[in-house]
């Protein structure tokens, strides 16, 4: 690794380009070096991927393994106080996005089934209907009102509520400690103390659900005995997680973005055949979950580069997908492109379980926002929108929107 100069020092992380494009310096390292060296905040040196063709490459590979992904243990460098890893990070059981194979499919074969686009497709009404409910919901109130408050963290949460068998009553609880647990500077206590809350939460919960299942997703889980009831509570700490701030950041951050383009969210409104490809080109474009994390467990060539073993390596989705080798005008929205191949679901064998759930309620979440507010606009200027930089799940903390008269 070449020391120089130019090795950024931390994650760039601040939106200098706009609120949709990536922080100017992840584009400059792209166009000079895909895979660049990166420092940091503890001083130790790792790699950056930002290249289309690199991250691909790399998430196809489970020798950078994916033992360092997620969680409190798994994050050292944004957590302050944490050291470096020398080794992948222990598991946590059930915690299958940060395990590799063969551990990571045997817990994911388990899933599958659940999340077969089969068994997305016979949801799509009851999932519309959640929608329909959450915009009569939104309709009565007054505006100016928070899209992410009434609209986009409610619909995704009492989804995978239902889905899981988790009670939309306890959200306020779950939902402070998912929080908590994401942020990126928080301090190691803050992180600890909301990842056993809601770990403690969810053991009594799957717990429950194994002496008396019922007809959801972790009571099938539950009745395998060969799950322990530690994996079975990391399964549904994961499925929780992942199951809603990803779609809700979506929702409104996708929102904000078509409100910014006006003509092409009109030409959606009149066509909502257009829908599908939009809710592709929206997932390329804006790359919610940017921030991923390997460890490298042997000497790798990536990009032309060699990443020796026992590095840290972070990928940036969102940079990928603006990639101009693979991708034509990349930083242009355009709802007409084929957006096919893009990593905003990541790509090998982590590859998102949910993502046909994902596409079905955005589908439905934008189609029915769109028809039912004909009027949608931001309440404040775009550049006070306030942008969620603290998390490896980009989006916004508030969309103040307002309308006038709504539709059926
Ligand atoms: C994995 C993105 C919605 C469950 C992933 C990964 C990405 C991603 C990029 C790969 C992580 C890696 O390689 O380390 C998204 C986005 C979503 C979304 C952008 C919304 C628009 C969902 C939903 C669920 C879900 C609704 C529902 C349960 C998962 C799970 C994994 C995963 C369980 C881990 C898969 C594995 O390790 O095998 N997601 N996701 N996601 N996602 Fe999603």
């Given at each position: 690794m070449s020391a120089t100069a130019d090795i950024p020092h931390g994650l760039p992380v601040e939106r200098d380009a706009g609120p949709f494009d990536p922080p100017r310096e992840i584009t400059r390292l792209r166009e000079a070096r895909p895979v660049s060296p990166l420092v940091f905040p503890d001083g130790h040196e790792g790699w950056l991927v930002t290249g289309y063709e690199a991250v691909r490459q790399l998430m196809a590979d489970t020798r950078f393994s994916?033992?360092?992904?997620?969680?409190?243990?798994?994050?050292?460098?944004?957590?302050?106080?944490?050291?470096?890893?020398?080794?992948?990070?222990?598991?946590?059981?059930?915690?299958?996005?940060?395990?590799?194979?063969?551990?990571?499919?045997?817990?994911?074969?388990?899933?599958?089934?659940?999340?077969?686009?089969?068994?997305?497709?016979?949801?799509?009404e009851h999932i519309?209907?959640?929608?329909?409910?959450?915009?009569?919901?939104l309709a009565g109130l007054t505006p100016p009102v928070d899209l992410v408050e009434e609209f986009a963290l409610p619909v995704p949460s009492l989804v995978i509520c239902e889905l899981l068998g988790v009670p939309y009553a306890d959200r306020d609880t779950f939902q402070a400690d998912s929080a908590r647990f994401m942020?990126?500077?928080?301090?190691?206590?803050e992180k600890m103390g909301a990842y056993v809350a809601l770990n403690t939460y969810l053991a009594e919960l799957v717990t429950a659900k194994r002496a008396d299942p019922g007809e959801d997703i972790l009571s099938d889980l539950a009745r395998h005995?060969?799950?322990?009831?530690?994996?079975?509570?990391?399964?549904?700490?994961?499925?929780?997680?992942?199951?809603?701030?990803?779609?809700a950041n979506m929702l409104s951050l996708g929102t904000f973005a078509l409100l910014e383009h006006p003509d092409q969210l009109a030409e959606l409104r009149d066509d909502p055949e257009l829908m599908p490809g939009a809710v592709e080109e929206l997932m390329r474009y804006l790359s919610v979950a940017d921030?991923?994390?390997?460890?490298?467990?042997?000497?790798?060539?990536?990009?032309?580069?060699?990443?020796?073993?026992?590095?840290?390596?972070?990928?940036?989705?969102?940079?990928?997908?603006?990639?101009?080798?693979?991708?034509?005008?990349?930083?242009?929205?355009?709802?007409?492109?084929t957006a096919r191949g893009h990593v905003g679901f990541g790509h090998g064998v982590h590859q998102c379980l949910g993502q046909q759930l994902a596409r079905i309620e955005m589908r439905a979440g934008f189609q029915a926002l769109l028809r039912r507010f004909p009027n949608l606009e931001l309440a404040v200027p775009a550049d006070e929108v306030k942008l969620r930089t603290d998390m490896?799940?980009?989006?916004?903390?508030?969309?103040?929107?307002?309308?006038?008269?709504?539709?059926?």
């Open positions: 994916s033992r360092l992904d997620l969680g409190v243990v798994h994050v050292p460098y944004e957590t302050p106080g944490m050291p470096a890893a020398t080794e992948p990070s222990p598991q946590i059981p059930g915690m299958f996005i940060a395990m590799d194979p063969p551990d990571h499919s045997r817990l994911r074969r388990r899933l599958t089934g659940a999340f077969t686009v089969k068994r997305m497709k016979a949801l799509e519309a209907e959640i929608v329909e409910r959450q915009l009569d919901h942020v990126r500077e928080q301090s190691l206590e005995d060969d799950l322990t009831v530690e994996e079975l509570t990391g399964a549904a700490f994961l499925l929780l997680l992942a199951g809603h701030e990803t779609t921030i991923f994390y390997r460890y490298a467990t042997d000497d790798l060539e990536l990009g032309g580069e060699t990443i020796t073993k026992g590095s840290t390596v972070v990928v940036s989705l969102l940079a990928a997908n603006r990639d101009p080798q693979r991708f034509d005008n990349p930083d242009e929205l355009d709802i007409h492109r490896n799940i980009y989006g916004v903390h508030e969309l103040p929107v307002t309308w006038t008269g709504t539709a059926q």
